[in-house]
């Protein structure tokens, strides 16, 4: 029903749009609606001139972030006049880029080893954020192949699910907004760094893929294939890192809130979102609810219900209170280990409730809210970093395609557009493979 729901919502505010503003709305291709507008250019055009050194700079932290050591020797070489440090003299030298380049690869790789496997970490050092996701998703096809994971690295993000379709489910309150955010500030990146670059953003919009809602800035295309190379992927380089920034600052937010949140709220129970298919609790169980007792143990976390499976073996009957009704089910092997027990639920979650404290001094609206914010705080962070990272795979037209064939052209790589097409049919593999894989294993 809640699938349903978000579906039937997702479509009514398409529609409401659709129906007030449809004039406004141009076809680019079957299923593809734009609507532009210039209004914010004014805006956008005063705060890019006045804040254009801050632009620039943006838009080369963003080659870095994408691209790692590769990335800062091609920045290197396109910026003639940049020398931090002083080493080697003031003179802008070969010699400069490639001790700068080493020197980063080697202590960010240091770094990175602390916190990720070695792959990953020799991955990232070297290609940046597109190293990274090239080598988690070449990772995770690996997995599928041998049976280790049966879900891809790599899935549509909606707020309604398909069943069997390579889908991440959000709730649709959360989608919308995160969405949002997403789009207005990789959108924006785009514009602010063009306009300090002297490139014209000839409009702002949105639009819609089908069901699937788009946001754009549009500089001007002429200008920008006459642009110097580091102009084009300063430009390109800005929207994912204003969304892996955007990610970090929810992850800090989150921090607070939910620090804020412990003090306010106390575990109720275990939340289940739906029943695992082919397994007993199918007819036995409700399709959701909330879990509170587990043979007569009380449950109110994780741990709670962990303890209370203790000893607990597969094909056993349990007695178990959810949404206050008492039910009696068979366990069944865990699939990740066939010793410990299963019940059969999904999605699961720890509910919560207001102390009853907290409540009494501040009723229930504040504190509610605070968890919303929580919640969506999250979202925010795991949304905008993995839709950043998405974005950086070297494939066209996503950024990270577009300023590969940019680094591989101003590098004079040897057969350089062979070598970017290679790159780009493997990605192309992988994602398909990511997407479709886990359908024929």
């Not at 990146?189 to 069901?211: D, T």
């Not at 084009?232 to 937010?253: P, Q």
Request: hydrophobic residues 50%; contains cysteine; aromatic residues 12%.
């Amino acid at each position: 029903m809640e699938n349903l729901t978000s579906l039937v919502i997702l479509l009514f505010i398409i529609a409401v749009i659709w129906l007030f503003d449809r004039k406004n709305f141009k076809k680019e291709a079957p299923l593809f609606y734009l609507r532009r507008t210039k209004k914010g250019l004014n805006i956008i055009s005063r705060l890019g001139k006045k804040h254009e050194t801050f632009f620039k700079r943006f838009g080369d932290l963003g080659i870095v972030l994408s691209f790692g050591a590769l990335g800062l020797f091609y920045l290197l070489k396109e910026r003639k006049t940049f020398n931090p440090l002083g080493f080697f003299g003031k003179k802008h030298s070969e010699r400069n880029n490639q001790f700068y380049t080493i020197f980063f690869f080697i202590l960010s790789f240091i770094l990175l080893y602390l916190a990720i496997t070695p792959v990953l970490a020799l991955a990232t050092s070297l290609f940046g954020a597109c190293g990274f996701i090239s080598a988690y998703l070449a990772e995770t096809a690996y997995s599928i192949l041998f049976g280790v994971v049966e879900a891809g690295g790599l899935q549509l993000v909606l707020p309604f699910e398909v069943s069997r379709a390579p889908v991440f489910y959000v709730p649709i309150s959360y989608w919308l907004v995160s969405i949002f955010v997403i789009l207005v500030v990789h959108e924006f990146s785009h514009a602010f760094v063009s306009v300090a670059e002297g490139i014209k953003v000839k409009a702002l919009g949105y639009g819609f893929l089908a069901i699937l809602p788009l946001g754009f800035a549009e500089p001007d295309e002429k200008e920008i294939k006459k642009s110097k190379s580091i102009k084009k992927t300063r430009i390109y380089a800005a929207g994912s890192l204003s969304n892996i920034l955007t990610a970090l600052v929810a992850l800090a937010l989150l921090v607070v809130s939910t620090s804020a949140a412990a003090g306010v709220f106390e575990p109720a129970g275990i939340s289940y979102e739906s029943l695992t298919p082919d397994t007993p609790a199918i007819g036995v169980l409700p399709e959701t609810g909330i879990i509170t007792s587990v043979n007569e143990k009380e449950v109110t976390d994780m741990a709670g219900l962990a303890a209370a499976l203790n000893g607990v073996m597969p094909d056993e009957k349990i007695k178990i209170i959810i949404n206050g009704n008492e039910y009696t089910t068979t366990t069944f092997s865990n699939p990740e280990n066939e010793s410990q027990p299963f019940i059969g639920i999904s999605k699961v979650t720890v509910e919560s409730q207001i102390k009853e404290n907290i409540s009494e001094t501040f009723g229930t609206r504040i504190p509610w809210l605070l968890m919303y914010l929580s919640r969506l705080l999250a979202w925010l962070f795991f949304l905008n970093l993995g839709i950043g990272l998405a974005n950086l795979l070297p494939l066209k037209p996503l950024d990270g395609g577009l300023i590969l064939e940019e680094i591989i052209d101003k590098l004079k790589i040897s057969n350089g557009k062979t070598v970017f097409k290679t790159i780009s049919f493997l990605m192309l593999g992988l994602i398909l493979f990511n997407l479709f894989g886990p359908w024929f294993l």
